[in-house]
């Protein structure tokens, strides 16, 4: 077992920028690949970023790359998704997930995190 936490959420107004944090317990972190999502009111979950176990292949949704980026230090258990560039369509809960097998899918991941709301205004 997992256990994930998200912080760093909150409200900014476009162009402006925050950084979420995934803080994980459990099982040792460095075995698994992680995810961050987000799911906006009305919508499905969808995929954001990933990251592989070692944090040196990051892959991420065309909707973001070039203004997040996604990172992780596993000294301190804990993943990171820098988001640049904000706009109000990047409104959302943002979920972080962990799986041994990670993708670009929701039914890659067996661990969830509770979210984070993140509101851009405009």
């Known amino acids: 077992q997992v256990q994930l936490v998200e912080s760093g959420g909150g409200l900014v107004q476009a162009g402006g920028s925050l950084r979420l944090s995934c803080a994980a317990s459990g099982r040792r972190f460095s075995n698994y690949g992680l995810g961050w999502f987000r799911q906006a009111p009305g919508k499905e979950r969808e995929f954001v970023a990933g990251?592989?176990?070692?944090?040196?292949?990051?892959y991420y949704a065309d909707s973001v790359k070039g203004r997040f980026t996604i990172s992780r230090d596993n000294t301190k258990n804990t993943m990171y998704l820098q988001m640049d560039s904000l706009n109000p369509e990047d409104t959302a809960v943002y979920y972080c997930?962990?799986?041994?097998?990670?993708?670009?899918?929701?039914?890659?991941?067996?661990?969830w995190g509770q979210g984070t709301q993140v509101t851009v205004s405009s």
């Open positions: 990251i592989r176990r070692s944090g040196t292949n990051a």
């Open positions: 997930a962990a799986s041994e097998n990670p993708g670009r899918h929701i039914d890659d991941y067996d661990f």
